[in-house]
């Protein structure tokens, strides 16, 4: 007997343990809503698709699962652009369900279909960002394009894909005999190990170097590898620097976790990948924040410090720095065969507690550097009051997600995170709005932890209408709207290269301040808020969110003050060119970066 293809569909997704579909309505997938309608899928309907697709990617990054978006044609697949590229650049597993127009009108413009090169082609426009985007053509290839779709989007270097549905192809009736493979298909896909022999050299290697260094990315936390790395850097006393993305992978406080390189990263922390011999990438690009626009001798010295590169990924070994050992590996079987073989070449181990003292030495000089701002009464709020503050009450196994600006740069640089996956950034894209929304996708996935986010205003202001889905959902989460009255960041740097802010902060055409009242605004959502009024009451705030079990926003006044940056980034050389740097690389190399960060 047949069955409509979009009853098959939600039933294909109970059974592959879907719980939530985020999404928006829309003409071409009211066929999808009705299938939903008694289902046991939650639908999270959103006012702005690119909300569903940052709590998608949340929900994913929590439970390490495709999630699924359902979205419009038109302007449902292009508001949903920014949150799927997202996902994309932070290899973040997503499958996103697209009306369609119907497939016999291809071409002939009807109402929304994208229509300007190519017809029937409104796929086209993710190409540049997903894994993959298919077509439904023929209904009965349906349910084998799913099983590629999520198994595409969970292995390898993860990320989302597309499947584009003409509406008409929801509405087709379908023999079940086509989706009985699906029964059949396994859920998983076994991810690459490294060669025994492999791991030997590179054990070998690690325990020859004089200075080596273990350089984590995002895969650590994707592949739950924390455990794994951190007995191979305690066997072997190897410091650990990171990405933003690795934040978690190994507690901020272990005494071999050194710190966050590049641009926002300390000179010490620069200091000691560069002075390595030997440096073992896991599970990163060597992207530009992390690598202080590859200048030479700033971030990284390759050559001739020697690189070993492991990732899922092929194209990302090699990408940014020539590698003397790459590995297409998942960095949680990697680590776990190069503490093996390092064990069976070194039995006893290495200890250096000349190193742990000077990471134990630095790190304190660091707290104690910001102790006197931390502490400051003054208001507005200075960000390392709100940061030092917000730590002492929030328990160290709850779910922050930060935006752009202080939030997100000042977070990964002096906010400690010990547990894996309890902190999540927009690193790749660095999007504004991602926070506000992924804190809902986060709460769903972990009901039982606390989850929050770190926004400034301008990102809180990108789009406000989140305040909506945790009503109508009942997602207890809190909103920290750390408020400058600015796009932060992007003044500050505009303020260092010109010595102006024209732009970026917000006032009305007389040049008075304007902002939104955003507890009010939320009031008006049905959420409770609270705009701080001073540093002595914020923290006391701030726990009566937490414990309220019910959504709360808290509108905190802050100082615009730059995050502390050591490391370097070609921005600065691009509007103020310095004279020893030419076209992305200093001219005289490492003899001449104490200069230039003097001239910043």
Same mark, same amino acid.
């Given at each position: ?208 170097? /004089? ?94 410090? /020697? ?28 680590? /776990? ?70 939030? /997100? ?192």
């Amino acid at each position: 007997m047949k069955k409509l293809i979009s009853y098959q569909l939600v039933d294909y997704l109970e059974r592959r343990g879907i719980e939530h579909v985020f999404g928006l309505c829309g003409h071409t997938v009211i066929a999808m809503l009705d299938a939903l309608k008694d289902s046991k899928l939650n639908f999270v309907s959103v006012r702005h698709e690119q909300v569903a697709a940052h709590a998608a990617d949340a929900y994913a990054r929590i439970t390490q699962k495709a999630s699924v978006v359902l979205c419009h044609l038109g302007p449902g697949l292009t508001n949903a652009v920014t949150g799927v590229a997202t996902a994309s650049l932070d290899a973040v597993p997503m499958v996103v369900i697209a009306g369609d127009v119907p497939s016999y009108y291809y071409g002939k413009h009807p109402h929304q279909e994208i229509n300007m090169h190519c017809d029937g082609s409104q796929y086209d426009i993710y190409k540049p960002f997903v894994k993959r985007a298919w077509r439904i053509d023929v209904p009965e290839l349906f349910p084998e394009i799913l099983d590629k779709a999520f198994r595409l989007a969970e292995s390898g270097r993860p990320g989302p894909v597309l499947i584009s549905v003409p509406m008409d192809m929801f509405s087709r009736e379908l023999d079940p005999v086509h989706f009985e493979r699906t029964y059949h298909d396994s859920h998983t896909t076994v991810r690459p190990a490294l060669p025994k022999e492999t791991a030997v050299e590179i054990a070998k290697m690690l325990i020859e170097a /004089k200075n080596p260094v273990i350089h984590g990315g995002g895969q650590l936390i994707y592949t739950n590898a924390s455990e794994e790395l951190i007995e191979l850097v305690e066997f072997l006393d190897i410091p650990v620097t990171r990405t933003l993305m690795a934040q978690g992978a190994i507690p901020d406080n272990h005494p071999l976790h050194v710190g966050m390189t590049g641009f926002w990263g300390t000179n010490f922390v620069n200091e000691v990948s560069t002075r390595a011999d030997v440096i073992l990438g896991v599970g990163t690009r060597f992207a530009e924040a992390d690598s202080s626009s590859w200048y030479k001798g700033v971030s990284f010295n390759i050559p001739p410090t /020697k690189l070993i590169q492991i990732d899922l990924d092929p194209i990302e070994i090699g990408r940014n720095y020539p590698v003397a050992l790459g590995a297409v590996a998942d960095p949680k079987q990697a680590l /776990k065969a190069i503490l093996e073989a390092a064990k069976e070449l070194k039995p006893e181990g290495i200890d250096r507690p000349e190193l742990r003292k000077a990471i134990a030495d630095y790190r304190a000089a660091f707290k104690a550097s910001n102790v006197a701002i931390s502490e400051d009464n003054r208001f507005p709020m200075t960000p390392q009051r709100i940061l030092k503050d917000v730590r002492e009450v929030l328990p160290q196994d709850a779910i922050i997600a930060t935006d752009v600006g202080w939030n /997100k740069n000042g977070v990964s640089q002096q906010f400690e995170i010990t547990q894996p996956g309890t902190i999540l950034h927009t690193g790749g894209l660095a999007t504004m709005g991602f926070g506000p929304a992924a804190i809902l996708g986060a709460k769903l996935a972990a009901p039982d932890k606390k989850v929050i986010t770190l926004v400034g205003d301008g990102g809180f202001g990108t789009n406000p209408t989140v305040m909506a889905t945790a009503v109508e959902q009942n997602i207890p989460v809190v909103w920290v709207v750390m408020n400058n009255g600015a796009f932060g960041t992007i003044a500050g740097l505009e303020a260092a290269q010109y010595h102006h802010s024209f732009g970026t902060i917000f006032k009305k055409p007389d040049g008075t301040p304007y902002n939104p009242e955003w507890a009010e605004v939320a009031k008006a959502y049905g959420i409770k808020s609270k705009k701080i009024t001073s540093a002595e009451e914020f923290k006391a705030a701030f726990k009566e969110a937490l414990d309220s079990n019910e959504p709360y926003l808290l509108d905190v006044p802050m100082e615009n003050i730059p995050v502390p940056t050591d490391g370097i980034w070609n921005i600065n050389d691009i509007y103020t060119p310095k004279e020893n740097v030419a076209e992305g690389r200093l001219v005289y190399g490492e003899a001449t970066r104490s200069k230039h960060v003097a001239t910043k």
